[in-house]
């Protein structure tokens, strides 16, 4: 009996070590829930305060009509002076407009503020809307809340009637229509359908 126990014990804890050890291949993945969570990364040029950058975030809610947005990040971090806000490298934005269509919105950088639900780009800012309209400029704002932006800075827009340039522009709540502030300069493309009211 000794002999036998001497054999078996050892071989009962190596069969309990490997159903441990395999144990969530054994039950199947479909009992088992995968989470992804970056991990907090020293910032390149943080000072001695050690400030911890969040890298590959995406935020997600929706505005005040129930249309969803989403906002991703290369990289995430707290200015030290404000703690309402959250500094995104690369950012940039979907939301989905009341007519169905989408605005997207891409960035150098940008200022996320929490409470206020608004998103101040700056850098090369291009905003396109569906496949019909692109403006490029080097500020906006976004009220995430109203699914409207707004810029001070010169603009250059396309579309398939031509090009617009203007010191300006304001997407309008919902995202339709889109306006170019003046002084204007427009050139229409050739072939281009002229829209009469």
């Known amino acids: 009996m000794i002999r036998v126990a001497k054999i078996a014990v ?10 441990a050890a395999f144990w969530p291949q054994l039950v199947g993945r479909d009992r ?7 991990s907090p990364a020293r910032a390149p040029d943080a000072p001695d305060a050690q400030q911890e950058t969040i890298v590959n975030a995406t935020y997600s809610g929706i505005d ?3 249309r969803p947005f989403a906002i991703r990040a290369k990289s995430v971090r707290n ?9 995104l490298i690369e950012p940039d934005a ?6 169905g269509g989408v605005l997207t919105v891409a960035a150098e950088q940008g200022l996320y503020r929490r ?6 780009l700056e850098g090369r800012v291009t905003l396109r809307r569906d496949g019909d309209l692109t403006v490029v400029t080097d500020r906006a704002d976004i009220d995430l809340r109203a699914s ?6 010169p603009v250059d827009a396309t579309s398939p009637h031509g090009t617009l340039s203007g010191s300006g522009f304001r ?9 170019v502030t003046g002084p204007a300069q427009m050139k229409i493309a050739p072939g281009a359908k002229t829209v009469v009211p």
């Open 10 to 19: 050892p071989a009962a804890t190596g069969l309990v070590v490997v159903l």
């Open 32 to 38: 088992r829930i995968d989470i992804a969570v970056p």
């Open 64 to 66: 005040r009509d129930g």
């Open 79 to 87: 200015p030290a002076d404000d703690t309402a806000a959250l500094q």
């Open 94 to 99: 979907r939301l989905e407009l009341k007519g």
């Open 115 to 120: 409470d206020r639900g608004s998103l101040e």
């Open 148 to 153: 409207s932006a707004s810029g001070d800075r």
């Open 171 to 179: 997407v309008a709540p919902g995202g339709d229509p889109v306006f």
